[in-house]
């Protein structure tokens, strides 16, 4: 299983210097190739390098950073290429399509570069790395990060490492290639119903009220607003900063409900089972008041926050149709639009049980999960002699 950690970089001012410059340069020439593989049809990558190799090295690139600034703008393109022929870039003749289509890719001037084992070295005990770069090898360069972040990346870092600047602070973005964990037998599984009110519920009782981060995410658009209205070069500049805040803030949260839920069900010997959401956006109409708490929505993130931590864990994971889970009721199974009294009301019309209707659907998932679970795993029926 694939980890990606983030370690923080800190170099005197000569050698930040150095790094500021080396990431200028490398998306500099990642813009370059872009536009040549735009006239030319974007061709194949084996082909791409007799177009541009020879250019790069010229400039002052390393052989390495060359052929990885190549790497990285072939793999842009195939990305847009997928994007386009799943449709999430729009229709065919639709503007937003129709713009990507008609320009070469273009990347920021602090985009991130990957760096291999040839262009750096990790060195654990002083805490520092040796990093090329276009002013030279630069040795000694210190970084930070948590404890837990630091074990992992000595014990399983593998592959790649990515270099990316923000607001001026230098990051290595490493890939650890940590064991799966042996999945268990589960005694029964945690149903988790996820909703814009309610973050997330479990059937083991565990409510994640969404209300401080709905507030927070109304005050940041508040914001936004101004400052989209402002104009200016400084409000541009504080938009991002505060976007990049609010999401940052919605993972942590995220991070905190996935850890929480995941930790209960490997104490209890129990799976973890999850509505399958995909494509509910397009399948839900609402009013336009509500619809930026529909696509704010992070259920996608959670989920996967969940699905990662519990591979991890050995923790087993289904996921189940979401049809009916918040119409049905959970003590006797009857099914009526009606039972759903209001957002938080579940009456059902048939036994008379009266609950919080979330709390109703995380036990009818939880119910599908166990269903799911049995239907799917091998046979313990003795073999016929």
């Known amino acids: 299983?694939?980890?990606?950690?983030?370690?923080?970089?800190?170099?005197?001012?000569?050698?930040?210097?150095?790094?500021?410059?080396?990431?200028?340069?490398?998306?500099e020439a990642a813009n370059w190739v872009s536009t040549v593989t735009f006239e030319r049809?974007?061709?194949?990558?084996?082909e791409l390098r007799k177009h541009t190799y020879g250019e790069l090295k010229a400039s002052g690139l390393g052989a390495q950073a060359a052929q990885h600034v190549i790497k990285k703008v072939r793999d842009a393109y195939t990305t847009l290429k997928a994007n386009l022929r799943a449709g999430n870039l729009g229709r065919p003749g639709s503007k937003r399509r129709v713009k990507a289509e008609s320009k070469p890719i273009n990347f920021r001037p602090n985009s991130a570069q990957p760096y291999d084992d040839r262009c750096l070295s990790w060195q654990y005990d002083a805490r520092t790395v040796s990093i090329w770069t276009t002013a030279g090898r630069l040795k000694h360069v210190r970084f930070a990060c948590s404890a837990d972040t630091f074990t992992m990346l000595r014990e399983y870092r593998k592959g790649e490492s990515d270099l990316i600047e923000r607001d001026g602070v230098f990051y290595l973005i490493a890939t650890c290639d940590v064991p799966e964990a042996t999945t268990y037998e589960p005694s029964g599984f945690i149903g988790v119903d996820l909703g814009?009110?309610?973050?997330?519920?479990t059937s083991t009782g565990y409510r994640a009220?969404?209300?401080?981060l709905n507030r927070h995410r109304k005050r940041q658009l508040e914001l936004r607003r101004k400052l989209?209205?402002?104009?200016?070069?400084?409000?541009?500049?504080?938009?991002?900063?505060?976007?990049?805040?609010?999401?940052?803030?919605?993972?942590?949260?995220?991070?905190?409900?996935?850890?929480?839920?995941?930790?209960?069900?490997?104490?209890?010997?129990?799976?973890?089972?999850?509505?399958?959401?995909?494509?509910?956006?397009?399948?839900v109409r609402l009013r336009k008041d509500q619809r930026t708490q529909l696509h704010t929505w992070g259920f996608h993130q959670l989920g996967r926050f969940i699905a990662y931590k519990a591979l991890r864990a050995g923790v087993p994971l289904v996921y189940v149709d979401p049809a009916y889970t918040s119409q049905q009721c959970s003590q006797c199974g009857h099914i009526d639009r009606r039972n759903r009294v209001d957002q938080a009301t579940f009456a059902c019309r048939a036994c008379g049980a009266l609950m919080h209707a979330?709390?109703?659907?995380?036990?009818?998932?939880?119910?599908?999960?166990?269903?799911?679970?049995t239907a799917g795993r091998e046979s313990r029926v003795p073999a016929t002699p």
């Open 1 to 27: 299983m694939k980890i990606v950690v983030r370690v923080k970089l800190l170099p005197d001012a000569c050698q930040a210097s150095a790094l500021g410059a080396t990431v200028r340069a490398v998306n």
């Open 41 to 46: 049809g974007v061709p194949r990558e084996f």
């Open 196 to 201: 814009i009110v309610n973050i997330a519920t």
């Open 209 to 212: 009220a969404g209300r401080g």
């Open 228 to 283: 989209q209205a402002k104009g200016t070069k400084s409000a541009k500049r504080l938009l991002k900063r505060r976007i990049r805040r609010e999401r940052c803030h919605a993972a942590n949260v995220n991070h905190i409900i996935a850890k929480k839920i995941v930790t209960t069900a490997e104490r209890t010997g129990r799976g973890i089972a999850l509505e399958n959401l995909s494509g509910i956006r397009d399948r």
């Open 358 to 373: 979330d709390d109703n659907a995380s036990h009818n998932i939880g119910s599908k999960g166990e269903a799911v679970w």
